[in-house]
């Protein structure tokens, strides 16, 4: 018997009002520090081109080994190794040949440093700005996210300084009280989207051979990322969905290897998905595999496009 053809759902969606080609686009993080990189992330099919979290001068980051793949995932403490965020104003205008958007990633390493660079990000060609509150991985220094205080005052300073669409990128939360405490937070500022979830800061991955850890930094603590932590994204989507103004996009990250993962961020409640240790592991090709798993999904279950999907979560 023939196999009729699918109807191709369409996979375009939209963050802050910008719209995207495609659900699938790759985190900061891997695979998005140098300028060649980012243009494999231009030729590519990723939804957009998202840089390397920068600060504002260049660093080498942590000593290696820091990063260490793992059966389901890997553990990385890289310490923010980037060019530095004058660099990549210089490199942004050269990436917007690929007509995707091009989301600058800035992690300062205090709320000064995050307003020095947003003010220029502002300026400059991205079309978001994504503001990394959840690095684990420098030394001496805590996640920003984590200190709901500090988190509100940093809010307060970088979100008066232009008109392009500013994003937040968090790190995991575990208790219901957080979710609401951050969103409360969020709703008081115009923040248009998040990305949830950074790696699970300080793990440890011991290797029982060498008695020692695996990565080097930090005596071997690391953020945990891949299939190991998606359950933990996928909480932490779901439940910034229930909380937060539908105006306020969500990025879902954590243990994006297939469409089948990117389907239940989907029904989770996510608006795109960020691809990190899956792209370190199989570099591009990783977003067309997972595009075309994901069309083929959404229409085998009769969903025409993403919003017909989203949030379709269904509770037992
Ligand atoms: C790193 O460079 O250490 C990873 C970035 C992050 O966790 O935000």
Redesign the pocket.
Known sequence: MTKLPLNKPNLSTKIADVNFDSYILNA??PRCTTETELHNLGQSDSAAIMT??CTLVARE??PEPRYKALPQGSI??????NLGYKAYLEILPRLTQYNKPIIASI?GLSINDNVEMVRAFQQSAADLLEV?F?????PGKPQLGYDFEQTDKALAAITKLGDKPLGI?LPAYFDFNHFETVANILKKYPVKFISSI??I?NTLVIDPETQSPVIKPKAGFG?LCGSYIKPIGLANVNAFRELLPKEISIFGVGGVYTGTDAFEYLLAGADAVQVATCYQEQDVNCFTRIKNELAQLLASKNYQNIDAAKGQLQLL
């Not at 959840?134 to 420098?138: A, E, R, W």
């Open positions: 900061s993080g390397k979290s980051g942590n990385q403490s890289m310490g923010l190794p992690s990394n959840s690095c684990p991985n420098v990128k950074n790696s800061g953020g």
